[in-house]
């Protein structure tokens, strides 16, 4: 059973930085495109960022561009969300995802094969 789990969400202050982690299973990242995704209650999940294998190429959506920086340590199968000047609308559950492909075209979709539980992130004002 492929397995994603995410972890290092909690409370921060706004202007605050979180990173979070999102654990693999091997045959989860090995060729795999991946992405965080975002959503907050009431609202749609919407897409955060995105890496390809092996990490050549990233995406991110708008809203998180400049702060946010997605990366991967393929040897650790793990991918990583370094989230920096956190601001209130930030907060949200965040989820990790894996495609079975390397690249992926339309990576803000929300057509992934894998997706972990999430962890909460909240910003405080």
């Known amino acids: 059973q492929v397995q994603l789990v995410e972890s290092g969400g909690g409370l921060v202050q706004a202007g605050g930085s979180l990173r979070l982690s999102c654990v693999a299973s091997?045959?989860?990242?090995?060729?795999?495109?991946m992405a965080w995704f975002r959503q907050s209650p009431g609202k749609e999940r919407e897409f955060v960022a995105a890496?390809?294998?092996?990490?050549?190429?990233?995406y991110y959506a708008d809203s998180v561009n400049g702060r946010f920086t997605i990366s991967r340590d393929n040897a650790k199968n793990t991918m990583y969300l370094q989230m920096n000047s956190l601001k209130p609308e930030d907060t949200a559950v965040y989820y990790c995802?894996?495609?079975?492909?390397?690249?992926?075209?339309?990576?803000?979709?929300?057509?992934?094969?894998?997706w972990g539980q999430g962890t909460q992130v909240t910003v405080s004002s």
């Open positions: 890496i390809t294998w092996p990490g050549v190429q990233t």
């Open positions: 995802a894996a495609a079975r492909t390397p690249v992926k075209i339309d990576y803000s979709s929300g057509d992934y094969n894998y």
């Open positions: 091997r045959p989860a990242i090995e060729h795999s495109f």
